[in-house]
């Protein structure tokens, strides 16, 4: 559960400006129940991995708290609840280190905790490369011996082999061939149904979380604009920019076919976001109010749903 969480980075000062703060994640709150897929979408720089940052604790909250079984993650609870939330990163070109054999990367965390003997580390790592689809001669081979999709599940069986409770997966399939992209999510869910684990799973694009989310939340400049089920968002968004993701979702090449509303325009300046909505430059249902009034996350009575917009 993420309560009223905030990260604000300060910018250097340059010679003709002064320094200021940039809000990477404005009060973020979300629950996401365990055993299901919440997806976090939105355009890069949104602060989607910012927000995987703290919750992995490799960036500290400047305001807020991250609960697990509502117990808070930092002071004496942190360590243990730290293993129980492991990391997907979205490169597996960069993530896995080129000189260490792929035995040594996926046991690293079980050496670092000191967990078991060399003997039952090693067992254990045979395990999960049979868990996550790898050949077991794949132990004693290099990173740059493996194709794309092949260093994606070492880097699942990196996460996988502490035994987590939550997976954070960033863009974990965005490095990837399309054809490969299916095959590795197709093997997170089975995972998931394997282990009942628990998914955070980011991505900049609606269309990848379709077939692997329980619930969705939108992210627009730090903050979430809608959370809703995935029939809802999908079937009947409510904020205009979910609606512009799912149109540039449904177009094959951005900007051909599909009306654009200007989402192939650039973001506003994330360290001087836009008074009001700060969508409301972009947005094709702007009025006078969504210039001077920032919306409210606003839960609806009817379902579990929730969205900013003041004309939802
Ligand atoms: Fe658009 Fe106004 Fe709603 Fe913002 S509040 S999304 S500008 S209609
Ligand atoms: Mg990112």
Excluded: W
């Excluded at 003997?117 to 868990?131: G, Y």
């Amino acid at each position: 559960e993420l309560c009223g969480l905030s990260k604000t980075f300060t910018l250097g000062g340059g010679l003709f400006r002064r320094g200021r703060a940039l809000g990477a994640v404005s009060d973020v709150s979300l629950r996401i129940p365990r055993g299901q897929v919440m997806g976090l979408v939105g355009e890069s720089g949104c602060g989607k991995s910012t927000l995987a940052k703290m919750l992995l604790g490799l960036t500290t909250p400047s305001e807020g708290d991250v609960l697990v079984d509502g117990r808070p993650l930092r002071g004496a609870s942190q360590k243990a609840l730290a293993r129980r939330i492991q990391p997907i990163f979205q490169d597996p070109y960069s993530s896995l280190n080129p000189r260490k054999r792929i035995a040594q990367i996926v046991g690293l965390p079980l050496q670092v905790h000191g967990i078991g003997t060399s003997r039952e580390q090693a067992a254990r790592v045979a395990e999960t490369l049979d868990v996550v689809g790898l050949p077991r001669r794949a132990a004693d081979q290099f990173p740059g011996q493996l194709s794309g999709g092949q260093r994606q599940r070492v880097a699942i069986a990196r996460a996988l082999i502490m035994r987590p409770d939550i997976v954070i997966c960033d863009e974990p399939t965005s490095a990837l061939d399309v054809s490969v992209q299916a095959q590795i999510l197709n093997l997170l869910l089975d995972l998931k149904a394997e282990f009942g684990l628990t998914y955070l799973f980011i991505s900049h694009d609606l269309a990848v979380v379709e077939h692997l989310v329980d619930r969705v939340a939108v992210m627009y400049l730090g903050r979430i604009v809608e959370e809703g089920t995935r029939e809802q968002i999908f079937a009947a968004p409510r904020h205009p920019y979910t609606r512009a993701l799912l149109d540039s979702a449904l177009t094959p090449e951005p900007g051909l076919g599909v009306p654009d509303i200007g989402l192939g325009d650039t973001m506003p300046d994330p360290s001087d976001p836009p008074a009001g909505c700060a969508f409301h430059p972009r947005c094709p249902k702007a009025q006078a109010i969504c210039r001077q009034q920032r919306p409210r996350l606003e839960a609806f009575r009817d379902d579990s749903t929730r969205v900013a917009c003041h004309l939802a």
